[in-house]
């Protein structure tokens, strides 16, 4: 089964530093890009961050650009966000997202909350 | 790396066809043929419904379809069923960001 699932969420003190974790499992990872996408509470989908499958084109949507970094480990079959810097405005669902044509599979999501 | 822009609502009677479009410019939708559309379910992740304007991924039906005129795509699911009911979300590629999201629209089976 195809399946991707997400960890490392909690809460966080403004300015503090988190790191996301998605495993992929059910797919040859090394083939595909992967994003990070993110959904505030009661908001629409934001897209965060792109990572090719050699790690060697990388985006960032301007609102963390220069705060998130995006990685991935292929022999781990693993996707990462290293969150610093980090806001109340981040506090949101973040799922990793594979990319073929469209982002067609999609983990359960981890809660990122960013409060005193 | 504006959204793109949907409408806030639509609703449907069961049996009816309803479609939601998406506007954005020619830096997005109109200037690409990567236009994706995904629903969600509350308290779920999102799902892929359509992918390159107006193909459906294998499992989707065949009531779901996509368009593009212009700067506008379009979703349209016919054969309205009460599971349809969700919030559904545009994706285009664009020249900026590289990807961005509409602001979603909630479709409700009267």
């Known amino acids: 089964e195809v399946q991707l699932v997400e960890s490392g969420g909690g809460l966080v003190q403004p300015g503090g530093s988190l790191r996301l974790s998605c495993a992929a499992s059910g797919f040859t990872f090394s083939s595909y890009s992967m994003n990070w996408v993110r959904q505030a509470p009661g908001k629409g989908l934001e897209w965060v961050s792109y990572i090719s499958s050699s790690s060697s084109t990388i985006y960032y949507a301007d609102s963390v650009k220069g705060r998130f970094t995006i990685s991935r480990d292929n022999a781990k079959n693993s996707l990462y966000l290293q969150m610093n810097s980090l806001r109340d405005e981040d506090t949101a669902v973040y799922y990793c997202?594979?990319?073929?044509?469209?982002?067609?599979?999609w983990g359960q999501g981890t809660t990122v909350t960013v409060s005193s | 790396q504006s959204a793109l822009t949907q409408p806030a609502s639509v609703s449907g009677s069961p049996g009816q066809s309803i479609t939601i479009s998406c506007t954005g410019t020619s830096s997005d939708v109109g200037g690409y043929n990567y236009v994706s559309w995904y629903q969600q379910h509350p308290g779920k992740a999102p799902k892929l419904m359509i992918y390159d304007v107006s193909n459906r991924p294998s499992g989707v039906s065949n009531r779901f379809s996509g368009s593009k005129s212009g700067n506008t795509a379009s979703l349209t699911i016919s054969g309205l069923q009460a599971e349809d009911e969700a919030d559904y979300y545009c994706?285009?590629?664009?020249?900026?960001?590289?990807?961005?999201f509409g602001g979603g629209t909630k479709l409700t089976v009267l």
């Open positions: 997202a594979r990319h073929l044509t469209g982002m067609d599979v």
């Open positions: 994706s285009s590629y664009t020249s900026s960001s590289p990807w961005v």
